[in-house]
């Protein structure tokens, strides 16, 4: 068997844009071998376990803080202290979750960087990126805090409701210069090809099967290999023989496309998937191990 040659650039699992829940079936997979050097160099360091509650500042006097959330401030659910300090903007909760303005806080955090977050989705871009949002983005354009908090470095705490931020915030590197884009292109367009009907995590783990594939010797070791094989002459996914994989593929299937580079992984063992009210044939659900089924779409390894 020849030995695997990794092509694709992943980000490290330390460094995922992801909140602090996850979808319901979602987990990180492990961690990839490689990224491009200059995406590591600038990437922020992601709050991880060592940011523990007896490291963060103490609030001010308990009185005190009650009257400065109380002084004509904006509507506040919960309270945050960025460095011991109250945030003076807009914080609402839903849930349980904490849902901010991004803008605000990035602008408050001195952090410039664009943001594009859709009401109802559940991700969001900063500059490009693409951040999982599994909460939800309010009508509001808000989003979850913990997720905003993290994909510019900043650690999260919580202690008797109330919610603590420390760090050095910096925006991350941007989609253009982190994403490779042949990667992208073609993954967001088999993505879109393959499960344009499907809920995100239906995207996300079709995406996973294109990069388990890469990174398996089993198959080609670069995206668009993977996407065009034809093994004894057969397509191995059937969109990569007509004009469908051509098609410009839609801001959730570039978003799931995104997330998967990101490094989000529903299974690091599907390897085949198929929609078995549709399947010509049945040789994937009778010679191999079914794993999962989200939507119309069963994922075998």
């Given amino acids: 068997m020849r030995e695997k040659r990794k092509k694709v650039s992943l980000v490290p699992a330390a460094a995922l844009l992801v909140s602090s829940s996850v979808f319901s079936s979602l987990a990180l997979g492990a961690a990839p071998r490689s990224m491009p050097s200059h995406a590591l160099a600038a990437m922020p360091e992601a709050p991880g376990r060592e940011c523990l509650p007896d490291v963060i500042t103490a609030p001010p006097d308990t009185e005190d803080v009650d009257a400065a959330f109380t002084a004509g401030y904006p509507r506040r ?20 979750v904490c849902f901010v303005s991004p803008a605000e806080f990035l602008d408050y955090c001195g952090v410039i960087s664009p943001v594009d977050a859709a009401p109802g989705e559940k991700f969001y871009f900063i500059d490009g990126r693409c951040v999982a949002a599994p909460e939800g983005v309010t009508e509001g354009g808000r989003v ?62 079709v995406g996973n099967v294109v990069l388990n594939r890469v990174r398996s010797p089993s198959f080609p070791d670069d995206v668009k290999g993977v996407v065009f094989d034809r093994r004894l002459g057969v397509a191995q996914f ?19 496309a995104k997330l998967c580079l990101e490094g989000v992984s529903l299974s690091d ?33």
């Fill in 269 to 301: 063992e599907i390897l085949f998937f198929m929609n078995p009210a549709l399947a010509d044939s049945t040789w994937i659900s009778d010679n191999r191990p079914a794993v999962m089924t989200i939507g119309r779409h069963t994922f075998y390894s």
């Fill in 238 to 256: 059937s969109p990569a023989s007509g004009d469908a994989i051509y098609v410009e593929p839609d801001r959730e299937s570039v978003a799931a």
């Fill in 144 to 205: 979850p805090l913990g997720s905003l908090a993290a994909a510019v470095g900043l650690c999260v705490s919580e202690r008797d409701g109330d919610i603590f931020i420390t760090g050095d915030a910096a925006p991350p590197v941007s989609g253009d210069g982190f994403y490779p884009k042949e990667d992208l292109y073609w993954l967001s367009r088999i993505i879109r090809a393959e499960s344009q009907f499907e809920p995100l995590d239906g995207k996300i783990a």
């Fill in 77 to 96: 659910d919960v309270r945050i202290f960025i460095d011991g300090r109250p945030y003076p903007r807009e914080a609402l909760s839903q849930s349980g």
